[in-house]
């Protein structure tokens, strides 16, 4: 069956800019994700989705940065007024629950994101 | 002190060799994740465990809980097996989320 899949593959974008970042999770998959990894550094997270429930967004680095799911399924990443520090790959994730249980995450391809 | 500790940061091997990559953690956990990452990026989950011991193939994945510590192992080592293994854990109370380690480059040289 498909995958993740995220959208743009690569994105290239002046500083001050807006993006999005999109990523379609595993039909089914309730636990939706978003990990940021930059260049030379580890895996980050970034913000969470678990069916209706408010999002917990504890991982965002700065108020430039907001997500929604619509419908419990896409979801997008915004990024407001770019910086060269945005610049990294971002990952999206679903799994079947994130609460009540621990099960196995899926990742996307990433979205390379590189400011100039 | 990152809350998960990956040794070595870097390993070479040779083909058919025994390969063991250590986890350590700080913080009480619901599973522990071990995850490969190819050249090119992409993600894929290897194993989830909050006991024992799992074996997939030439792979296998242990923890002990008591003492906070995981290793993945590689059985004949192939240079396919070239990647970088990330060590990450999940707490049910934090909605699982993952929180990595800085993550393990292995080469394997045939």
């Known amino acids: 069956g498909a995958g993740v899949s995220q959208s743009p593959s690569n994105k290239v974008t002046e500083k001050g800019k807006d993006v999005e970042l999109r990523c379609d999770p595993i039909?089914?998959?309730?636990?939706l994700y978003w990990y940021r990894q930059s260049l030379g550094q580890g895996l980050e997270f970034l913000i969470y989705f678990q069916g209706n429930s408010a999002p917990d967004k504890s991982g965002l680095p700065s108020d430039r940065f907001s997500a929604e799911r619509t419908g419990g399924s896409v979801s997008t990443l915004t990024i407001q007024r770019t910086q060269q520090e945005d610049s990294a790959v971002y990952l999206c994730?679903?799994?079947?629950?994130?609460?009540?249980?621990?099960?196995?995450?899926?990742f996307g391809p990433g979205t390379r994101l590189t400011v100039t | 002190k990152n809350e998960v500790e990956q040794s070595p940061q870097n390993l070479t091997a040779q083909e058919g060799e025994f390969i063991t990559i250590n986890c350590s953690y700080s913080?009480?956990?619901?599973?522990l994740h071990w995850l490969q990452q190819h050249p090119g990026g992409g993600i894929v989950s290897l194993f989830m465990l909050s006991s024992g011991k799992k074996k997939h193939g030439r792979l296998i994945a242990t923890i002990n809980i008591q003492e906070k510590h995981s290793s993945l192992h590689i059985t004949a080592s192939h240079p396919r097996d070239s990647a970088v293994y990330i060590c990450a854990h999940s707490q049910e109370t934090s909605g699982s989320r993952l929180t990595f380690g800085e993550g393990t480059q292995l080469t394997v040289n045939p």
């Open positions: 039909s089914g998959h309730t636990a």
């Open positions: 994730a679903s799994s079947l629950l994130g609460l009540g249980g621990i099960y196995e995450q899926y």
């Open positions: 913080v009480g956990i619901s599973a």
